[in-house]
């Protein structure tokens, strides 16, 4: 065998490895879906249910706002990342176009403060503006 098909199929089996926890939590959570509350709790646990539970998915949608919730995900989601777009790509070619010795003390300045101390001041600015329980905030953070 090559040496080429051997990096490829150790590639494959070490991205099989780390992607195989994810798919696993993801097929338990399916299950736990389908499957009524009493065998939720079965030992040993029961991956494939005999009996369906659809009236679980029912429920979500009845006693809950899911369609709202799911909505504003997508236009928070669409609308945050459209933003900074429009306002990243100019000002990453802009950023791009200043000689380096101008643009890397603000650029690092930006970098090296922590999040976290925006928190406060974008809260009081935000309620000052008034959009405070609107989905603008979400947006722009």
């Known amino acids: 065998m090559s040496s080429r098909l051997v990096n490829q199929i150790g590639l494959f089996f070490a991205a099989l490895v780390i992607v195989s926890p994810a798919i696993l939590f993801f097929l338990w959570m ?45 236009l928070v989601t669409g609308t945050a990342t459209l933003l900074a777009l429009l306002i990243g790509v100019p000002a990453g070619y802009g950023i791009a ?13 930006a970098r090296m403060t922590p999040g976290l101390s925006y928190l406060i001041p ?16 979400q947006i722009i953070i």
Do not use: C, H
Not at 40 to 64: C, D, H, Q, T
Not at 122 to 137: E, K, R, V
């Open 30 to 74: 399916i299950s736990l879906s389908l499957k009524f509350e009493i065998d939720n709790g079965a030992y040993p646990p029961i991956l494939i249910p005999e009996r369906f539970a659809w009236s679980n998915y029912v429920k979500v949608f009845e006693e809950n706002n899911f369609l709202l919730y799911l909505w504003n995900s997508v």
């Open 97 to 109: 176009r200043l000689k380096a010795e101008r643009s890397a003390v603000v650029i690092m300045i």
């Open 122 to 137: 974008l809260f009081l600015l935000f309620q000052w503006i008034g959009i405070l329980g609107t989905l603008w905030p």
